[in-house]
């Protein structure tokens, strides 16, 4: 349930981690590249570790502009010359060759960094203290931005902020003691939260009205008036588990770089699950089957009524057929 992967070599931790871009941002494709490239290297981030390089996977449709392929590296390219990450390798390809007629495009970035120390989820205690950095989105903030017509929220979203914050966290001397991080993404603090509860086996508490004081003023308006739910999406936002000392060292040290940040919550001892504080009282802080809907579209979509548990079981079906698939070929593969 961590941000992303990692593996033990020659005395240090090689992370990796790779994030696709967003489908919606194909006619935009400068954006989804920028976007994509802080995603994967947020992944990086939070787990502790220091980027090292970059790489990418394109994929365009049959009609597709070798023009989008520039651009879109264009915004990669920005994000890691930016903070010294640099873009090493690649591939490019048709979708399905001559049989796929469009123009879309799509594909992924991927980053690898090393670390000393690993900030896992698993990682969070009792008493520990959740600290959130402000956050303006990152693709899915500039997709509703640009369905809508929000134009400068579209603006708001181009910004390094998190990875500066994270750097600055990481060149210090507190990352030591700091349990876990994560970056608020899909699924937004509805998502990351209910996973870290349940990763860490402990409560997790959130209140509602210190996250809001965190989201963009001019993202927060959009979705307030879009009626899009701002703990149910990204919103490109730090988050940080640690002991209360460390967490004040790290919110002192975040202010004097000129980065907002706000202790949004706490862990406890009991049933592994999360809590939001609203008006004062607790109540369930449960994820949704998927991201909140942010288009026309999603929004329709999201008015069928739709069984929760059904769809989780038949999620863990496809997960049981595939891992039994995979037996059978190996046993195959080994005789």
């Not at 123009?103 to 203290?129: E, F, K, N, S, Y």
């Not at 109540?283 to 929760?308: G, I, S």
Request: net charge negative.
């Amino acid at each position: 349930m961590d941000d992303a992967g990692v593996v033990q070599a020659g005395g240090q931790f090689i992370v990796c981690t790779v994030d696709g871009m967003h489908s919606r941002l194909s006619d935009f494709p400068y954006l989804a590249g920028f976007h994509v490239t802080r995603a994967t290297l947020r992944d990086c981030y939070v787990m502790g570790a220091r980027p090292v390089m970059l790489f990418s996977d394109i994929h365009v449709a049959d009609d597709g502009d070798v023009a989008k392929i520039f651009d879109y590296t264009a915004g990669v390219t920005t994000v890691g010359e930016l903070t010294g990450v640099p873009l090493v390798s690649g591939s490019t390809l048709r979708i399905g060759g001559d049989m796929v007629i469009g123009d879309r495009m799509t594909g992924c970035v991927g980053t690898v960094g090393v670390a000393d120390h690993i900030t896992a989820r698993r990682q969070a205690a009792p008493g520990d203290l959740l600290l959130m950095t402000e956050g303006a989105g990152g693709g899915t903030i500039a997709t509703t931005a640009l369905y809508y017509g929000y134009h400068d929220v579209v603006d708001r979203t181009i910004n390094l902020t998190f990875l500066h914050a994270a750097d600055i966290i990481l060149k210090s001397d507190l990352l030591g003691s700091i349990h876990a991080m994560t970056d608020v993404t899909n699924g937004g603090l509805r998502g990351d939260i209910h996973e870290m509860a349940k990763t860490a086996g402990l409560r997790f508490i959130i209140e509602e009205e210190t996250v809001q004081g965190l989201v963009n003023p001019d993202v927060y308006r959009m979705l307030m008036e879009l009626k899009i739910d701002p703990l149910g999406v990204s919103i490109d936002a730090l988050l940080i588990i640690a002991r209360p000392d460390t967490i004040h060292k790290v919110q002192s040290l975040l202010s004097g770089k000129g980065i907002k940040s706000s202790i949004i919550g706490r862990v406890e001892e009991g049933k592994a699950e999360p809590v939001l504080i609203r008006n004062g009282m607790e109540e369930e802080f449960n994820p949704r089957f998927r991201e909140a809907a942010y288009t026309p579209l999603k929004k329709l979509v999201e008015k069928e009524q739709q069984d929760f548990e059904l769809m989780k079981k038949q999620v863990d079906l496809a997960a049981k057929a595939a891992i039994e698939k995979k037996a059978r070929i190996i046993q195959k593969l080994t005789r």
